[in-house]
């Protein structure tokens, strides 16, 4: 059988060693920026921490923090919990107070029973609200959020 010559290029993978150009390490090629999302059949009871963005469809029991990232609450998921990010969006429904450095959006639909606090906020008329807008203490209540999202990172077990 003769032998296949492959265009040069990227390193396939999957293939033998030395169709890979040999046997080394495959190259890393970063994403595109991708969002985790934890699937709607997902439950976590716990806390949930990323250094990325964070899109909710199944249900957390616990905190949720991505401090300087976005966090979405799809349709139909539910954060029973707080939530600190830079930006938090909820569509479906949060039982817990809400932090954000730079927005939080409560679009139509949503429900949050708890305390938000960001610079900016924005509710939409066909979404509920049971609990307080705080938009003049956020600088304070998000070093306050990041402190205990620290301490808390320092207590986990390794």
Do not use: C, W
Not at 37 to 47: D, P, S, T, Y
């Amino acid at each position: 059988m003769p032998a296949r010559s492959f265009p040069p290029g990227p390193a396939r993978v999957g293939g033998p060693a030395e169709l890979r150009g040999g046997g080394g390490p495959l190259p890393v090629t970063p994403l595109p920026h991708v969002p985790t999302i934890l699937g709607a059949k997902l439950l976590v009871a716990g806390e949930v921490r990323a250094e990325q963005d964070l899109v909710l469809m199944g249900r957390v029991e616990g905190s949720i923090g991505v401090p300087n990232h976005a966090l979405t609450i799809h349709d139909g998921a539910l954060l029973r919990g707080p939530a600190f990010a830079r930006i938090v969006t909820v569509s479906g429904t949060v039982v817990g107070d809400i932090t954000a450095s730079e927005l939080v959006e409560i679009l139509p639909g949503a429900s949050v029973t708890g305390d938000v606090t960001a610079p900016r906020i924005y509710l939409d008329e066909e979404a509920t609200l049971v609990g307080r807008i705080d938009m003049r203490r956020a600088d304070a209540a998000v070093r306050v959020a990041r402190y205990r999202l620290d301490r808390q990172g320092d207590s986990a077990p390794r």
